[in-house]
């Protein structure tokens, strides 16, 4: 079986850091993911998607994501629940990020590296850790790379692999 998603989308706001009593970090955030169609009216539409991020990763998230931030998630589709002040059985859908690329570089100019790639390794009982290496570069002087809309994209037969 299997359960993985990918998301490319910005974050509606800033993320949110928490610690749980025991001390471990949980970061949650949401992605505003378009739809690849328009509505009647000519608009596009989006899905907002509850992200969750742990440990390394979460600080890393914190303290460089901010809102309107074009970012890359990787991980698992997650269903809890729990009873909420009222008895009633509440219902959460989100994604446990493992992978979290920055797909822009920093618009506030304070940190320009842009591309960055974290990700959460897997705990074998000591908890995990995320690495920052800054590998992804997706984005070339903070463009969209999805800008051009599905429009021909200019390349020669030179420079395909196959």
């Known amino acids: 079986m299997l359960n993985r998603v990918i ?15 025991s001390g471990v970090a949980v970061t ?8 690849p169609f328009t509505s009647q009216g000519g608009e596009r ?34 269903v809890r629940n729990y009873e909420n002040n009222e008895g009633k059985r509440v219902y959460v859908t989100e994604v446990v990020a493992d992978n979290v690329r920055f797909l822009e570089s920093n618009r506030e100019g304070g940190n320009s590296s842009g591309g960055g790639a974290m990700r959460e390794e897997p705990s074998y009982g000591g908890g995990g850790r995320g690495n920052g290496n ?10 969209d790379p999805f800008s051009d809309d599905g429009k021909p994209i ?9």
């Open 154 to 162: 200019d390349i020669s037969d030179d420079d395909l692999p196959f």
């Open 28 to 35: 949650q955030f949401t992605l505003a993911v378009d739809r």
């Open 45 to 78: 539409e989006a899905d907002f998607i509850p992200v969750v991020t742990w440990r390394q990763l979460a600080e890393t998230c914190a303290n460089y994501l901010r809102k309107g931030r074009l970012t890359a998630v990787e991980g698992r589709i997650q």
């Open 7 to 21: 998301l490319i989308g910005r974050l509606t706001k800033d993320p949110e850091l928490r610690y749980t009593p």
């Open 134 to 143: 800054g590998n992804g570069n997706y984005t070339r002087n903070n463009q």
